[in-house]
């Protein structure tokens, strides 16, 4: 407390004003009129798409080991 008297009164407002106000409120909230936002995680599409591209796996592997295999015969 020694140290404030040595402050100017008008910059301890400011500083106690800049403090005051760097304090977030406790609930947020949006501004009316805005757009929700985008929604994330999985979906049934995601699922097809993983499994479409797991089939594709296994139907390439399928024709490597046929050809590999007639090339050998």
Known sequence: ??????VPQSVRRAVAVTAAAAV????PSAPSGTPELA????SATTAA???GAAGL?????GALYVVR?????
């Open 49 to 51: 798409l993983g499994a």
């Open 24 to 27: 977030p409120s406790a609930a």
């Open 69 to 73: 295999r007639r090339a050998n015969a």
């Open 1 to 6: 407390m020694k140290n404030l008297k040595r």
């Open 57 to 61: 796996i296994v139907v390439g592997a």
């Open 39 to 42: 929604e994330t995680g999985s």
